[in-house]
């Protein structure tokens, strides 16, 4: 059974910063790739920003790139997103995804950028 417990979410300002954490219930080398996703009611779930846990090769979305990082404690089996210069479009559920023969997600964690 895989468990992904995510944490760090909350309210913050225009042009401030949050880190996320997604810790897995195993190594993320048992993974093929983990990363972050993100939903706002109306829409469908979109890649922000993920990466093959082997090689640690990444991608981001283009309304993220040079703002949010994927830094990851492997001793911890965790994976963060660390969000920089947030913007009110950045307001979304945050989810963590891994992906093995099926995809696994987190439990969400609520993201607010609003003054």
């Known amino acids: 059974q895989v468990q992904l417990v995510e944490s760090g979410g909350g309210l913050v300002q225009p042009g401030g910063s949050l880190r996320l954490s997604c810790a897995a219930s195993?190594?993320?080398?048992?993974?093929?790739?983990m990363g972050w996703y993100r939903q706002v009611p109306g829409k469908e779930r979109e890649l922000v920003a993920g990466?093959?846990?082997?090689?640690?090769?990444?991608n981001y979305a283009d309304s993220v790139k040079g703002r949010f990082t994927l830094p990851r404690d492997n001793a911890k089996n965790t994976v963060y997103l660390q969000m920089n210069s947030l913007k009110p479009e950045d307001t979304a559920v945050y989810y963590c995804?891994?992906?093995?023969?099926?995809?696994?997600w987190g439990q969400g964690t609520q993201v607010t950028v609003s003054a």
């Open positions: 995804n891994a992906r093995m023969a099926v995809d696994y």
């Open positions: 195993r190594s993320i080398f048992s993974f093929y790739r």
């Open positions: 990466m093959i846990t082997s090689g640690g090769s990444t």
